[in-house]
């Protein structure tokens, strides 16, 4: 079908299987094909197959283009995060932290390496100290309307 395909001929490719990569919506975004350097028979189950696996790839290549744009997103946050001038952190459920930002590592005048892992609550006062633990689940659950503190030195 290609007779001038100069590329084909140097591959000596003598038939093609190919079919398209489907996204969610029905739209195009990839190809998969195969060559061969023999004459493929016209089988319907070699079709099926194929459909199959074009299928995978298209979900596989949805996944990792997905994965890219999470990755993306995330270094973006992560570098305003960083780059701020207020202070940030992040802590899980036994308010140990996670994450810190230079800012608050500034503000309480540790490095970021010094935060992570130790809990924050030795920078605030004892009373709100104690209203974190008391009400440690509403925060977790986002219920209560602010929970902006500021430390103390």
Avoid at 9 to 23: C, E, K, M
Avoid at 47 to 61: K, V, W, Y
Avoid at 87 to 116: H, K, P, Q, Y
Wanted: overall charge neutral.
């Amino acid at each position: 079908m290609y007779p001038d395909n100069s590329d084909l001929r140097a591959i000596n490719a003598a038939s093609y299987l190919g079919a398209p990569l489907l996204g969610r919506n029905g739209r195009i975004i990839g190809n998969l094909a195969v060559l061969d350097t023999r004459s493929m028979p016209e089988q319907p189950r070699m079709h099926t197959i194929f459909q199959i696996f074009a299928a995978r790839a298209s979900a596989e290549l949805q996944r990792l283009r997905a994965e890219a744009e999470r990755h993306r997103v995330e270094e973006t946050y992560r570098h305003i995060i960083q780059t701020t001038d207020e202070g940030f952190l992040l802590m899980d459920r036994d308010f140990i932290v996670t994450e810190a930002n230079l800012a608050f590592s500034r503000l309480v005048g540790c490095t970021r390496e010094e935060l992570i892992g130790r809990n924050p609550l030795r920078f605030v006062e004892k009373d709100y100290r104690q209203f974190l633990m008391l009400n440690r689940e509403d925060l977790f659950a986002g219920i209560s309307p602010n929970w902006r503190h500021a430390h103390r030195t």
